[in-house]
Structures are given as C-alpha cells and as structure tokens.
C-alpha cells in the first residue's frame, strides 16, 4: 500500500503522528472505449465552447456559475485556501458508537503510526474500545475539509469519512405514513422465515460473479486468439495530429502535478498509480 497522506491526529495536548492508506480498492476488470471494427482507442478531446480550441489539462481551471456570472477560480486561487494547507486530523468530539448512521460512512482509511515507539497510537485505540465511542474528527484531504469517523478495526484505527448533514436526503414517502395492519401470525411467519436463513456473516463468502465471469470471457477470447496488437490499437497519439493535441489521463495527471509544483511550495505530494499497458497479440 501506497501513504497518501502524512499528518498529525490530535486531542487536547496529545499528538499522535500517523501515515493514512485507503484501505480498499477497486476489484473490476479494467474496460476501454475501442473502435468496434479495428479496435482503436477511443479517446476524447476537451474543446473550449468559446474559442473551438483543444485545451491540455494543465490550462483548465474551475469556475462557478452564478446565474449571469462565471467565476473562473484559478489552481493558485485554490491552493491559496487555508484548509489546503493543514496537515492535523483534529478531535471534534468522541461520541457513542450507535450515534453514528451508517448511511452517512463513506471513503474508509488505514491509519499506520508515524513514529518510533506506537504508545499514544494504542492508547487511544484501546480507548476507543473500552469506552465504545467513535472519535469526530475534520482533516482536510485533496483540497477539502472532510468530517470523519475516527474508530476501531482489529489493531487498526479507521478513519472513514462522514457524508454532510445537507448531502443526506430525507426519505419522504407518503405511501409508508399509511396505516398498515400485520397480524401476529404474519409476524411470526415473517420470523420463523429469518430465522431459517440465519447465519454468522462472513464476506469470504460472496464473490462478484459479473467480474468473475467478465474475466473468463476476456481469457476464453485470447485463448481463442480474437484480439487485436495492442501496440497498434493503443498507440500514443501524436502531439501534432490533426484536430489538436489529445490528452489522456496519465499525461493530464503529469502536467497537473507539474504545474501544481511551479504554481507553490512545501505542498502535499500528489501520488499516482502506474497505469497497466495491455498485451494482447494479433491472431495469427
């Protein structure tokens, strides 16, 4: 596992140096846009609507459109922002475990201690397990303040971000305010039916089969020698090809990295991973 991130967890006068992972990934097969006929890559240019020009990745900023008005805010504008610039994961509050709604989890992360001796690091852990709270906590992370839940899985700390009160939508259903009547013998076969489908949940269990089946297809064609040469089909595009330069994500991800080098310094560093290039063979 990569760090993605470096930072400090405090509360009160306690410091606790921490390295941050994500802690999942994605399992699905990788999938491109290809020409049906010849197998070509499809790739997609970023046209300005103004000028008709092809823009490169590096010369995109953000803008906000109110009404009549757009607000460009440039990479310098965002960087400028003091939130960017923090590297703690603060303790807002420690709270009860059952206070915390699990549709509001979302992104979880490993927390690794960031120093020699891991004491305060165990110490909150073993904390968070005997007094059964959660810690609240706000960090910032890609240039965003997040609210995360602070809490305990095996030896590990997780940190896993909360969704925001107002990205919460109220279920309002008017069909359930109804009256509905259930017997008692409907309730008990309704629970005798749960019961014989009882069991200890273990996630080893179940597989994607889409993903599983997806893969069998892509080996059953190789085997069968349905492919196209990879290096033909997947070839860089030229800088100077007609309809201007193309950008693909690597190269995007290169230059915003290098431009976000020049534009400051003492920044978090911007980590990415290798992208695959496919082997494929031509059927002979």
């Known amino acids: 596992m990569r760090t993605i991130w470096k ?3 405090t509360f009160g006068l306690v410091n606790v140096p921490v390295k941050v992972y994500s802690a999942t990934e994605d399992h699905d097969v990788p999938l491109h846009q290809v020409h049906e006929k010849d197998g070509g890559r499809i790739r997609y240019q970023r046209t300005c609507e103004v000028c008709g020009e092809t823009v490169a990745y590096a010369d995109i900023d953000r803008a906000y459109v109110d009404g009549e008005q757009t607000v ?7 960087a400028s922002l003091p939130a960017e610039k923090s590297r703690e994961i603060d303790v807002v509050e420690f709270v009860p475990s059952e206070q915390v709604d699990l549709l509001t989890l979302d992104k979880p992360y490993y927390l690794e201690p960031d120093s020699k001796s891991p004491k305060a690091y165990v110490l909150l852990r073993k904390t968070l397990e005997q007094t059964d709270r959660t810690a609240i906590v706000r960090f910032t992370l890609r240039q965003k303040t997040r ?4 809490r305990v899985r095996g030896k590990v700390l997780v940190l896993q971000t909360l969704l925001w009160a107002d990205e919460v939508r109220e279920a309002e259903f008017p069909v359930l305010d109804e009256d509905v009547r259930i017997s008692k ?17 273990d996630p080893e269990e179940y597989v994607d089969e889409y993903q599983k089946e997806l893969r069998t297809l892509i080996d059953a064609k190789i085997e069968a020698g349905d492919t196209f040469d990879a290096a033909e089909t997947f070839a860089e595009a030229d800088a100077g090809a007609e309809g201007g330069e193309v950008i693909d ?4 991800l290169r230059a915003s990295v290098a431009r976000s080098k020049e534009s400051r310094s003492g920044g978090a560093e911007a980590e990415e991973k290798p992208k695959k290039r496919s082997t494929k063979k031509k059927a002979g």
């Open 185 to 201: 013998k409907e309730l008990e076969l309704s629970s005798s039916l749960v019961d014989s489908y009882s069991s200890d949940f």
């Open 147 to 150: 609210l995360a839940a602070l």
């Open 7 to 9: 930072g400090a967890l």
């Open 249 to 252: 994500l690597m190269e995007a």
């Open 72 to 78: 460009v805010l440039t990479k310098d504008d965002l």
